[in-house]
């Protein structure tokens, strides 16, 4: 069945929640329903946990985001409450209150990306798969609210290649920010995330978590500020036919 898989990793100074995507096959991707469930599970864990780790149980895919078979098969109404609920995950994703930290083994294309580049860090294991926005490549312009996310975490050079869908190898994602790490087995990818978090955690939380909002803060204005259009065009785009053949792009890849 389809979910979430939840465990906990206790540090000296804090308690880590591991949230575990294992969504659709074969390429780890979400519907509506797991969508909305993972950012449930996500702000339920950050009740009690100090930081929250997001992993995949596909060894192959971190995530490649929202699952184009079932969008294909999809009434309208569907698809354009599916496209609502993704563009509304950014904004809640960018306010999620707690240090968040993905780690990624396998491909994170797509809303996989997209997922990735909200937490605060991101790490990436060696010759596993390519990270990278390919809406553009599919079809299917880039909403806004991502557009905002991606000038805040890559060079400035390489914001265009991201947008228009380049798939980055692990070193080149870091060379351009879109990463933090690339460790080259799953060993050394999962302590160097614990080592983050231990650094973390160091801090007087009291005075971290106020200054991490702030960071954020201008981001989240952005993205909230430009919320009501993005979800305006996307529901004009899921009626025009370039939708339709970008869906079929996307399923014939899952």
Not at 79 to 99: D, H, S
């Amino acid at each position: 069945m389809p979910g979430f898989q939840t465990s906990t990793i206790q540090r000296k100074n804090g308690l880590i929640a591991v949230l575990t995507i294992d969504a659709l096959s074969p390429n780890n991707t979400l519907n509506k329903d797991l969508l909305t469930q993972f950012i449930d599970k996500l702000y339920e864990l950050g009740k009690s946990a100090d930081g929250v780790l997001v992993n995949s149980a596909n060894p192959k895919f971190f995530s490649n985001g929202l699952d184009g078979k079932f969008l294909l098969e999809s009434d309208e109404k569907t698809r354009i409450e599916t496209i609502t609920e993704m563009i509304r995950a950014y904004g809640k994703l960018i306010a999620f209150g707690k240090p968040w930290i993905v780690e990624i083994a396998g491909h994170a294309m797509a809303g996989g990306a997209v997922i990735s580049s909200c937490a605060d860090y991101r790490y990436m294991q060696a010759n596993s798969g390519r990270i990278g926005f390919s809406e553009l490549a599919v079809g299917l312009p880039l909403p806004l609210c991502y557009i905002h996310g991606i000038h805040r975490i890559v060079v400035p050079v390489a914001v265009r290649s991201v947008i228009e869908g380049t798939a980055y190898k692990p070193e080149e994602a870091l060379e351009i920010g879109l990463i933090d790490g690339v460790l080259e087995d799953a060993e050394k990818l999962r302590s160097t995330v614990l080592k983050r978090f231990d650094g973390i955690f160091r801090m007087e939380q009291d005075a971290f978590l106020p200054t991490r909002a702030l960071y954020r803060k201008d981001l989240l204005n952005s993205v909230q500020r430009d919320e009501a259009e993005d979800i305006r065009l996307a529901a004009q785009l899921v009626k025009q036919p370039v939708f339709e053949r970008a869906m079929r792009n996307i399923a014939g890849r899952n």
